[in-house]
């Protein structure tokens, strides 16, 4: 799960608080597309949702390099 991932990205990788904020709050970003996209499920996220995803961000600006 997404709480499982932030959990040890901070326990086993040491990332600030900080960083697991920005993190978390990306990763709510994609729950909501992929809602829109009528997914629910992460292991149904295909190639195309996440294209689709990092289309959504160019469209909203955000550069190259935080999209990354």
């Known amino acids: 799960s997404c709480d499982a991932l932030l959990v040890r990205l901070g326990v086993e990788e040491g990332l600030s608080p900080r960083t ?3 993190y ?3 990763l709510a970003h994609l729950r909501r597309h ?3 996209r009528g ?3 992460l292991a149904r996220v ?3 949702d996440l294209a ?3 289309h ?3 469209a909203e600006g955000l550069a190259p390099r935080s999209r990354a």
Do not use: C, K, N, Q
Request: charge should be negative; aromatic fraction near 4%.
């Open 46 to 48: 295909g190639r195309e």
């Open 39 to 41: 997914i629910d499920d």
């Open 24 to 26: 978390a709050g990306d």
């Open 34 to 36: 992929l809602a829109v």
């Open 20 to 22: 697991l904020e920005a």
């Open 52 to 54: 689709s995803f990092a």
């Open 56 to 58: 959504t961000l160019d």
